[in-house]
């Protein structure tokens, strides 16, 4: 389970939401600092799927 973290935006009232992966994963999928990651998001019945594609450079 992954839980986001909430930090206050630099407006009043903004919040950014990040989310924090688990260090399995990120040794599993050897994510890096320098990887950059697409992120597509589905809902259906009020369930949120993220998916995390690593984009090629």
């Given at each position: 389970?992954?839980?986001?973290?909430v930090?206050?935006?630099?407006?009043?009232?903004?919040?950014?939401?990040?989310?924090?992966?688990?260090?399995?994963?990120?040794?599993?999928?050897?994510?890096?600092?320098?990887?950059?990651?697409?992120?597509?998001?589905?809902?259906?019945?009020?369930?949120?799927?993220?998916?995390?594609?690593?984009?090629?450079?």
């Amino acid at each position: 389970m992954v839980k986001p973290c909430v930090r206050k935006g630099e407006r009043p009232g903004n919040e950014t939401y990040y989310l924090k992966y688990p260090i399995d994963i990120v040794r599993t999928f050897n994510i890096t600092t320098t990887d950059e990651l697409v992120l597509s998001i589905e809902m259906k019945d009020d369930n949120i799927s993220l998916c995390y594609r690593r984009a090629m450079k």
